[in-house]
């Protein structure tokens, strides 16, 4: 046994060094043994090619790359890199596209201090796997080709909720499907044309919000009527105008889906100046808002129920928006719901963006409508996350995690408050908060289950079959359809690959309605529900980019290829240049000369009555009995001449043939010169 020792080693600095000092470095004890076995294990990977990089908290990556035999290089830094990409500052603040908690890097467990001696040894080794949580930590433009990274350049055209929201609107061109049936509508309000939009989307939710309060609150307010005293009711010549400004509206609307408001003048069919609007609007928050008492007639209730039926039809949002007209205001560029609020009324949407200039001039912030009505779990509103993989965006290759968690809000659901522990479900958030007492005691302290618990409880409710039909295919659709209108714009570099969360929330009929895409979703263990599902998915994800790598028939685990494109095989270049191939012809040649272009035509000899005469007696006989007995007959109609086929003529010919691959220079046998020019000179 070699006895360990540590030593000293004294480090003088420089004579012009004012006053003098010295630095003691104290070098860890190194065993032979050990040192033989680190040279022979890094040997081996480096041959190989196993050498990985991982920046951030990620003990499960490295611990199953070290069980496949591969090495870390480890970095100088935490969260920096020598191959990192410059960004701006705003950029760094705001990255936007990743979920995860502060990344700092823990303390690792290391005894033998094995590892640390092998990232020694390559450290000037090329790196072949990288894993980080910062897409800009790696300069993708410099990797060669057989080195593999975990994130895609260019891929905030959907993960982040501006780019979300504006590349799902060009959905038609990639697939028949409507954005509207499975993402709620969205606006960036500092852009000014979608600002109008919204504005024009708000007035007519106001509208469809009232026709709806009155078929669903009418009898309600009956009952309280009965049962203890009211204040008088407005005048109901308003409350008549304000609906059958509400029907106007949306009949206006219908018209406009189906083209018949093109030849309509606005002369004769105005719409509402900027002034009735107000006034509409704010009587809309005195009913709607504040519960003013109403009396209707049942004529109008009628007319409300038919214009919402037919509104069903082309309105695939009608149900979830409710009748509070409630919006959700988002940073367009942030994580983890920073900066989320949630408003119901016009001014106070419109005075986030008018007030800061800066925000209007970027459009970072974005409104979405607010899904009112969604599926509850004992009175508490949550979200599902749920992980997919792409492995290729050319061609686009999507791969689906069967497993998910759901996590909730601390607060019971209410719609009197727009407090973000009601209505935000972001576990960033939740884990400040402490649960209401009111809330139902199944759900647990932590705010998380698992979707085995969701599907036991949809069960228990008689929801046997929807998690497997309506759940899980609605978020492949959507997921797929995502991917679908970013995939000529993120980089596809091959030997690339990327983990993303989708926050998915359900409406009551368990329709999943996606509400963002999150690029290096946490991974941090903060609950049981977590620890077990984020350590299976990055095992999962490794087996999918680098067992099957090796072997096609590897196992996935729990990951399910749910979307792969065609590929479409490229005809190779062959370029345009083309060159003659001939033959010589046997024999000699059976064509006339060819006679001087030049020469001029025959002299005329004699009058025109000499050549007809001269004509007619080279004619045969039989033609000319032929002619004197047409001219015999008297005004009679002949019948038409019988076509007779043509006659062919034996000529000599040669095959042009033209080969796939193309020479510059014409390749002509000498022997076959003569008789080729001479065929192409007979062709003019």
Known sequence: MVQQCQSQVEIKTLQNTSPPCRYIVHLPALNPERLKTAKAIVEKTVKLHKVFSVQGPYPVIRASLRARGWVEKRTCRPGLHMYARPVKEDRCNEAGDSDGDDDDVKQEQDPDRLYSLMSRLVRNEMVYFYWTNKRDAINTSILQKEQMINHFAKAGSFTTKVGLCVNLRSLHWFDSADPDTFFPRCYRLGARDEKHAFIEDYRKTACTSLLKYVVEGVHQLQEEKKNKHVQKPPDPVIVSKMINTA?????????????????????????????????????????????????????????????LQRLAEVCPQLDTDGIHNIWIIKPGAKSRGRGIKCAKRLDQILSLVDSDPAVIKESKWVVQKYLERPFLVEGTKFDVRQWFLVTDWNPLTVWFYKKCYLRFSTQPYSLDTMDNSVHLCNNSIQKHLRPSHQRHPCIPEDNMWSDEQFMTFLSGRGYNVQWENVVVPGMKKAVIHALQT???????????????????????????????????????????????????????????????????????????????????????????????????????????????????????????????????????????????????????????????????????????????????????????????????????
């Open 247 to 307: 029907l106007k509206v949306c009949q206006d609307f219908l018209e406009s889906l189906e083209h018949a408001d093109i030849d309509t003048s606005l002369e004769t069919n105005p719409s509402l100046a900027k002034e009735e609007w107000g006034e509409f609007i704010d009587n809309y928050y005195l009913l709607v808002h504040d519960g003013a008492q109403i009396e209707i007639s049942n004529h109008l209730v009628t007319c409300c129920k038919a214009m």
């Open 486 to 684: 970013a995939q000529d714009l993120v980089d596809s570099r091959k030997n690339t690959f990327e983990l993303y969360g989708a926050d998915f929330m359900l409406g009551r009929d368990l329709h999943p309605w996606l509400i963002e895409i999150n690029a290096s979703p946490t991974m941090a263990p903060s609950t049981p529900i977590t620890a077990r599902l984020c350590a299976a998915v990055q095992e999962d994800t490794l087996r999918v980019v680098l067992d099957r790598k090796v072997d096609r028939s590897a196992e996935t685990g729990d990951f399910e290829l749910i979307y792969q494109q065609a590929t479409v095989d490229i005809p190779q270049y062959v370029g345009v240049n083309l060159f003659i191939e001939g033959f010589q012809l046997k024999g000699g040649c059976l064509l006339p000369p060819v006679k001087p272009l030049n020469r001029s035509a025959p002299k005329y000899r004699g009058t025109k009555k000499e050549m007809a005469t001269e004509k007619i007696k080279s004619l045969p006989k039989v033609v000319k009995s032929a002619n004197t007995a047409v001219k015999n007959i008297p005004n009679r109609i002949l019948p038409p001449p019988v076509p007779q086929p043509p006659v062919p003529i034996p000529i000599e010919t040669f095959t042009l043939h033209l080969p796939k691959t193309a020479h510059r220079s014409i390749h002509l046998p000498l022997d076959a010169c003569s008789h080729s020019v001479f065929l192409w000179r007979r062709g003019l």
